[in-house]
């Protein structure tokens, strides 16, 4: 069974801070996403990692992947307000009928001013 | 550009009354489509997953089922609701395997 874990749980950062958010998951996969969800609302996709190595940058989130350690990070440069929300990592695999994402249990940021 | 619907919105509902949630895509065709179940403050538990017309696959046994009556459309239905079926339902597509999933507004169901 696929087990994603993401720490921390909860984040309280201060603003122009910089902090990571470490995803870490227990079977082969090269396909990994990170999501967004703000309070009360869904999901929003920010980020997909197709192989070893890939990097992705999106104003103050970067987010990389290592395969092999089975590990993807999200980086969150000099944070702001704005930032505040529930972040997700999710890892796809093929049952051989259709990809499903298993989720991580999520970090709950909060940046402070 | 592709768009995917849920209603209502919101929904309370008493304990042993029957369900229906429906999510509808359009600007697709043959999406792969998933209902999943938030609990409050929690991650998402993937409920059920259809690849086509007529085909659903299940995750997790419980008195929850799903329909696909027609391409873009995938009905969340129960008989009778329990207290522990609150949540937020997430509806989401994706255009095939391995291409990035995308999710609805959500329906927040509140049984009493």
């Known amino acids: 069974e696929l087990k994603v874990e993401q720490n921390p749980l909860f984040l309280s950062m201060q603003e122009g801070k910089n902090y990571t958010i470490y995803c870490n998951y227990s079977t082969t996969s090269d396909r990994l996403y990170w999501y967004r969800q703000d309070p009360g609302k869904s999901l929003e996709s920010l980020f997909v990692l197709l192989s070893n190595g890939a990097v992705k940058q999106e104003g103050r989130l970067m987010a990389s992947l290592d395969t092999k350690a089975r590990l993807s990070t999200l980086h969150i440069t000099a944070a702001v307000h704005d930032l505040s929300a529930t972040y997700f990592c999710?890892?796809?695999?093929?049952?051989?009928?259709?990809?499903?994402?298993?989720f991580g249990t999520g970090t709950r940021l909060q940046v402070t001013l | 550009s592709q768009t995917i619907h849920q209603w209502p919105a919101t929904l309370v509902q008493p304990v042993g009354s029957p369900l229906s949630l429906e999510c509808t895509v359009e600007g697709t065709s043959n999406p792969n489509l998933y209902w999943y179940r938030q609990a409050a403050g929690r991650g998402l538990q993937l409920l059920f997953y259809s690849v086509g017309i007529g085909q659903i696959s299940s995750e997790v046994p419980q008195n929850l089922s799903a329909s696909r009556p027609q391409d873009r459309q995938f009905i969340l239905s129960s008989k009778k609701l329990l207290l522990s079926d609150s949540g937020f339902y997430l509806c989401?597509?994706?255009?095939?395997?391995?291409?990035?999933?995308?999710f609805g507004p959500g329906t927040r169901l509140l049984v009493l």
């Open positions: 989401a597509w994706r255009g095939g395997p391995w291409e990035t999933q995308y």
């Open positions: 999710a890892v796809d695999l093929y049952t051989g009928t259709a990809s499903k994402l298993t």
